[in-house]
T-cell receptor, first 114, second 111 residues
């Protein structure tokens, strides 16, 4: 069974640009979550989707948005990039509709904003 | 922030020794999970313990949960070089479908 796939793995963008990151969950998983990981703030929750519905959103500005498609694939978008958006963005998928299920993480997308 | 805290921040031990990491959190939880992260494999789920459980085992891993103290510990027995990684605890609260993460413990196993 293929794992969680995130593309691209590495990205360099300029301040003010926008970026779209993609996540393909494990087949059969309907929940997809996104996290931002930085040395200073650690792992921070961005949002979670289940069956194309956003069920929860973290404490990030509106420049961060996401969506989930009918095949459970998910994208997150960051507009008007700032230097502080440089981070490892991790996507996780899980099977269950509720909490308490194991999350499987992708390798992440390393975003560098210059 | 509801982020948990882990200690120690870093731990260096000899191969074969046991490693213990601790995690504290702030509010009542539904469950607590431990993950491992290294550069080769990203974040990998190790073990989940529910709020009504006190101890769980998985191979060389032993996790305890003390809800009265709002803390958990991860014990790795007979450590191996391959255990070198950062270890994170993550908690799930009521019905909000998100994991709140600790800052992590960096574990180094010396050969």
């Amino acid at each position: 069974k293929a794992g969680v796939t995130q593309t691209p793995r590495y990205l360099i963008k300029t301040r003010g640009q926008q970026v779209t990151l993609s996540c393909s969950p494990i087949s059969g998983h309907r929940s997809v979550s996104w996290y931002q990981q930085t040395p200073g703030q650690g792992l921070q929750f961005l949002f979670e989707y289940f069956s194309e519905t956003q069920r929860n959103k973290g404490n990030f500005p509106g420049r961060f948005s996401g969506r989930q498609f009918s095949n459970s694939r998910s994208e997150m978008n960051v507009s008007t990039l700032e230097l502080g958006d440089s981070a490892l963005y991790l996507c996780a998928s899980s099977f269950g509709a509720g909490m308490g299920t194991e999350a499987f993480f992708g390798q992440g997308t390393r975003l560098t904003v210059v | 922030s509801q982020q948990g805290e882990e200690d120690p921040q870093a731990l260096s031990i000899q191969e074969g020794e046991n490693a213990t990491m601790n995690c504290s959190y702030k509010t009542s939880i539904n469950n607590l999970q431990w993950y491992r992260q290294n550069s080769g494999r990203g974040l990998v789920h190790l073990i989940l313990i529910r709020s009504n459980e006190r101890e769980k085992h998985s191979g060389r891993l032993r996790v305890t949960l003390d809800t009265s103290k709002k803390s958990s510990s991860l014990l790795i027995t007979a450590s191996r070089a391959a255990d070198t990684a950062s270890y994170f605890c993550a908690t799930e609260y009521d019905s909000n479908y998100q994991l709140i993460w600790g800052a992590g413990t960096k574990l180094i196993i010396k050969p």
